[in-house]
């Protein structure tokens, strides 16, 4: 595994930020929105949750905001010079994730940049959710859904494997995390909990305020042809 981490990908795959126009696909809770935003760009954000938008709206006040699914978000085409779809593929449906990987391609400037990061299905990181969430096959479908989106449009795509360190205070910061993503899920936390927490305490790293985990991760810089 190299140095990388996500931030360092989009980083150098983008390049200098100021005034480029980019898209964050499942914004979540802002974190990526607000560091695009410290780094110069105009930045939109999409995410299918409401709780998910009020989050980012506070992180990142200076976002365009839509709430949609990448499949049917409905920007106009050619607008953005960069797209980052970073821990969301995965939760688009299996039957749009070819449709979405298509609009985002059409969405992109001639020179534009989509930058692809997925958690893979193993680590630290991952054995602790498990018991709430088992995304082995959702996981594996989204990888075969961007090899299959690379071929069929012969794309140029660099693809790059790295570890990303995750540090959480507590078992149930990492709970509120996998619920956010999906909000069905919080009918098995009660149930998956107390696995979580040993899990937790047996696999964290200690450091200042929590404990740190590793994801492995896989990334995909794709830049489109002629």
Same mark, same amino acid.
């Given at each position: 595994?190299?140095?990388?981490?996500?931030?360092?990908?989009?980083?150098?795959?983008?390049?200098?930020?100021?005034?480029?126009?980019?898209?964050? &696909?499942?914004?979540?809770?802002g974190? +990526?929105?607000?560091?695009?935003?410290?780094?110069?760009?105009?930045?939109?954000?999409?995410d299918?949750?409401?709780?998910?938008?009020?989050?980012?709206?506070?992180?990142?006040?200076?976002?365009?905001?839509?709430?949609?699914?990448?499949? $049917?978000?409905?920007?106009?085409?050619?607008?953005? $010079?960069?797209?980052v779809?970073?821990?969301s593929?995965?939760?688009?449906?299996?039957?749009?994730?070819?449709?979405?990987?298509?609009?985002?391609?059409?969405? +992109?400037?001639?020179?534009?940049?989509?930058?692809?990061?997925?958690?893979?299905?193993?680590?630290?990181?991952f054995?602790?959710? !498990?018991?709430?969430?088992?995304?082995?096959?959702?996981?594996?479908?989204?990888?075969?859904?961007?090899?299959?989106?690379?071929?069929?449009?012969?794309?140029?795509?660099?693809?790059?494997?790295?570890? !990303?360190?995750?540090?959480?205070?507590?078992?149930?910061?990492?709970?509120?995390?996998?619920v956010?993503?999906?909000?069905?899920?919080?009918?098995?936390?009660s149930?998956?909990?107390?696995?979580?927490l040993?899990?937790?305490?047996?696999?964290?790293?200690? &450091?200042?305020?929590?404990?740190?985990?590793?994801?492995?991760?896989?990334?995909?810089v794709?830049?489109?042809?002629?």
């Amino acid at each position: 595994m190299s140095d990388l981490t996500n931030m360092k990908i989009i980083e150098e795959s983008f390049g200098p930020m100021e005034g480029k126009i980019l898209l964050d &696909v499942g914004c979540g809770s802002g974190a +990526l929105l607000k560091a695009l935003i410290k780094r110069g760009a105009k930045v939109h954000g999409l995410d299918p949750e409401p709780s998910a938008l009020e989050a980012s709206r506070v992180r990142a006040p200076q976002a365009h905001l839509r709430q949609a699914g990448l499949e $049917d978000a409905g920007f106009q085409a050619h607008m953005f $010079d960069g797209i980052v779809i970073l821990n969301s593929l995965h939760h688009v449906p299996r039957e749009h994730m070819g449709r979405a990987l298509d609009e985002a391609l059409g969405m +992109l400037k001639p020179s534009g940049v989509l930058v692809v990061i997925e958690p893979l299905a193993r680590g630290d990181h991952f054995a602790v959710m !498990q018991p709430l969430e088992d995304e082995t096959d959702i996981r594996a479908d989204a990888i075969s859904a961007l090899h299959a989106f690379v071929a069929r449009h012969g794309l140029n795509a660099l693809e790059r494997e790295h570890d !990303q360190a995750v540090e959480l205070e507590d078992v149930d910061q990492l709970i509120r995390k996998v619920v956010a993503a999906d909000p069905s899920r919080s009918s098995a936390v009660s149930e998956a909990r107390p696995a979580m927490l040993g899990l937790f305490d047996k696999l964290g790293a200690v &450091v200042p305020g929590g404990k740190k985990f590793n994801q492995p991760m896989a990334s995909w810089v794709i830049r489109p042809l002629g």
